[in-house]
């Protein structure tokens, strides 16, 4: 048995978007307006490297359905940056707003590069000349970008810059995942992890499995990844193995997170600096209460989901388990909470950095984090509740209460 087209993560998500949508009840004109972004520009960024050489870097801004609000979502630098990861990703960041209720449709940028190899001012210039590119699609009422893989709020507060220059007028809600001294949100940097803790102690109640014997693996020790990693350990579960590019550590006993979070560096890599590693494959496959993919797409596929050992995947990364693959797994009785629901504490945590800005005041981090487990709860159980009562698997189920709102919005608008 093979999964056919399912390994690409664009036809993967039409395929569940346009299944959920059929379960609400909308027809082939629904389908075809949300199958695909509304808006996608291509950029071709040039950049005077320090060589005093100009290289010329490819870029996009997808924007899926602005019909809720402006479109939300981050950018990545990554040299495997495309347009149908870029497509798939601004889906999926509608999909976040709508289980989470945001006034937002998705959206998604990239550019191919990689910023491991370049200097801190070419990553500058690079940074700046994206949204010299952009800037006029994007802006605090239209479409808000954020952090991403490998970008960060140092590289967020040059794209604020750049285009408050461009409108001549201080505009911190252009953009989030900023500098909290330049209008960034409390608890922005760590919300992802925040909110995949959520979802773990949610989906163990539903299993029956305390936090504190819980047995967790951890793929990628990135932000998301290293962040869960501490939160796991301060809530007394047993991080087990954990992941990098280079390789994974694992100690049945539990790993002393402490010493490995002292020792990473700013890509998230520490395997390098051990002699005793194991594979991924291994690490993915090792008897836990909770696996987590935090790392990168289709990690969890038809050739190792029946090998899955684990009693509940919480994915934190974004498509890291395949359709085929998420069938394998709920037909074994695996609770999945997708990414959808179980990574969509980012976003929400932006969302409540634009509207600080809008306001001018400022939450305390309490107040975020309250705010933050009340919405990424609610979104569980509305989940869950569908799963069961639908009798469909998480992911569909998912899909499902994130498009609705789209849907409606765009039918109200008259779109269809």
């Known amino acids: 048995m093979t999964e056919t087209n399912n390994n690409d993560v664009l036809i993967s998500t039409q395929i569940v978007i346009e299944e959920a949508l059929r379960k609400l009840g909308y027809g082939d004109d629904m389908i075809e307006l949300l199958k695909e972004p509304i808006r996608i520009l291509t950029v071709r960024i040039p950049v005077r ?11 996009y801004r997808a924007q899926h359905n602005d019909a809720v609000g402006p479109t939300k979502g981050g950018v990545r ?3 495997g940056v495309n347009l149908d990861e870029v497509k798939a990703l601004s889906i999926w960041m509608t999909l976040k707003c709508g289980i989470a209720d945001l006034p937002y449709g998705g959206g998604k940028g990239g550019i191919i590069c990689d910023p491991r190899q370049m200097s801190f001012y070419e990553l500058e210039r690079l940074s700046r000349g994206y949204v010299r590119a952009i800037s006029q699609l994007v802006g605090p009422a239209k ?14 507060a040059w794209m604020m810059d750049e285009y408050s220059r461009i409108r001549e007028f201080d505009s911190p809600g252009f953009i989030t995942g900023k500098p909290i001294v330049l209008g960034g949100s409390l608890g922005r940097e760590s919300a992802t992890a925040r909110g995949v803790a959520l979802m773990i102690d949610e989906a163990l109640k539903m299993k029956n499995i305390p936090l504190a014997s819980a047995r967790v693996v951890i793929q990628g020790f990135g932000n998301a990844g290293s962040y869960l990693a501490k939160f796991m350990h301060e809530a007394g579960a047993k991080v087990i193995a954990i992941s990098d590019v280079n390789g994974a550590l694992y100690n049945e006993n539990g790993l002393d997170i402490e010493y490995l979070l002292d020792r990473r560096d700013s890509f998230g890599t520490v395997t390098n600096l051990f002699k005793n590693t194991i594979s991924n494959d291994e690490l993915l496959t090792l008897d836990c209460d909770i696996l987590v993919p935090a790392a990168i797409e289709n990690q969890i ?3 190792n989901a029946d090998r899955i050992r684990a009693k509940i995947v919480v994915e934190a990364a974004n498509g890291p388990t395949t359709l085929e693959a998420t069938r394998i797994l709920t037909d074994r009785g695996i609770l999945l909470v997708p990414d959808v629901l179980a990574s969509s504490g980012g976003v929400i945590v932006s969302y409540f950095e634009w509207v600080q800005n809008n306001q001018g005041y400022y939450w305390s981090e309490e107040e975020v984090d309250t705010k933050l487990k009340d919405m990424m709860v609610r979104g569980f159980k509305q989940v869950y509740e569908l799963h069961t009562t639908r009798k469909v698997n998480m992911r569909l189920a998912a899909y499902m209460v994130g498009v609705r709102k789209v849907a409606e919005a765009s039918r109200l608008r008259g779109w269809v």
């Open 49 to 59: 490297m320090d060589d005093g050489k100009t290289r010329v870097f490819v870029g």
């Open 77 to 79: 630098f990554h040299p």
């Open 143 to 156: 479409d808000i970008p954020a952090p991403d893989v490998m970008t960060n709020s140092q590289i967020m």
């Open 301 to 303: 596929t038809i050739d």
